[in-house]
């Protein structure tokens, strides 16, 4: 690691000057691209193509991007801009990739010192943003070897120093569940549509994205994340997630009050929604429903507000107690009040090993099983 620094004045020229490294990259890689968003494995416009291609470079163009959700293009943007300004400051090329520039720049993220003013990354963050610079590499054609020990050693490192216990969300338990219900107007379309969104996020186990991104049905719309059938006995959810299709089947509830397929129901016919996203805007005072789809920050506020307007863990400040929700309490509290055989709740909330679906289980077995008695104490 002390090399790179040896040799920063002799080896690197400066921000202004081309990077040292072979001319045909120098040629490919201007400023500008290094600073852009996301790159693309495809020849850009006007490349010369043959007429005839260039209707199939668009095509796999809209393939490129369908590969990542849009939030991860987002953050992987976030990311690579990050990198290439501290690059910059240190007047260092971001490419061609060389570990120990990215060795140092995790260093640099760890202790605070990556920009002016700013805090030590957190872990989960470093590796976020090293997966988003091996990413962004890799797409440009030059791939980065993040088992070199320029980085692997001092990842582990990071690891073993500021690794600490994930802070996990509260779990939105029934009883909590039926107390948010009863904060929302029943007679509005918004309270209507709020209602529908809890219940069917937390019968599902779904994700806030995988909420918002529902349609009425299959094929309505390009942005669209799944659908859903209502059939005699519940409500049949199809989704695209991150390892493919899956299907979700959300069971009619014990009373209306509190079932997921009714409360769906209520909100598709008072809304009057014929086709296209599920969940919408309502505006103009509450009266009307707009056609765009709402944005999944919207079911972390929902369940937030709803949580503190019902008093949960009114044992808390109110600062604090804000922090405890989010989206992902609704998946634990079914992970963690439903009485079934594990498996099937790793099968509802998609996971692919068990270890994950206990991840969610905030209170479920904890317990249960005392080891201490059952060995004579």
Known sequence: MTRIVEE??????????????????????????????????????????????????????????????????????????????????????????????????????????????????????????????????????????????????????????HAAPPRQKEAILPEDLIAMLETLDRGSLRGMRDRAMLLIGFAGGLRRSEITGLDLGRDQTEDSSGWIEILDKGLLVTLRGKTGWREVEIGRGSSDATCPVVAIETWIKFAKIAKGPLFRRVTGQGKNVGPDRLNDQEVARLVKKAALAAGIRGDLPEIERGLKFSGHSLRAGLASSAEVDERYVQKQLGHASAEMTRRYQRRRDRFRVNLTRASGL
């Open 8 to 161: 920063n004045s002799e080896n690197h020229a400066p921000e202004h000057s081309a990077p040292p490294h072979s001319t045909a990259v120098s040629a490919d890689v201007s400023a500008a691209r290094v600073s852009a968003g996301l790159p693309s494995p495809l020849p850009a416009a006007g490349t010369g193509l043959p007429a005839h291609l260039q209707d199939l470079t668009d095509r796999a163009r809209t393939y490129v991007e369908a590969a990542s959700s849009a939030n991860t293009r987002k953050a992987y943007a976030s990311d690579w801009k990050h990198f290439a300004a501290w690059c910059r400051r240190q007047n260092l090329p971001p490419l061609p990739p060389d570990p120990q520039v990215v060795g140092l720049y995790i260093t640099a993220c760890a202790s605070g010192t990556a920009e002016r003013g700013m805090k030590p990354n957190t872990v989960s963050t470093i590796e976020r943003r090293l997966a988003a610079i091996g990413w962004n590499c890799a797409q440009r054609g030059m791939p980065l070897d993040r088992k070199d020990r320029a980085i692997a050693t001092v990842m582990a490192g990071i690891r073993n120093k």
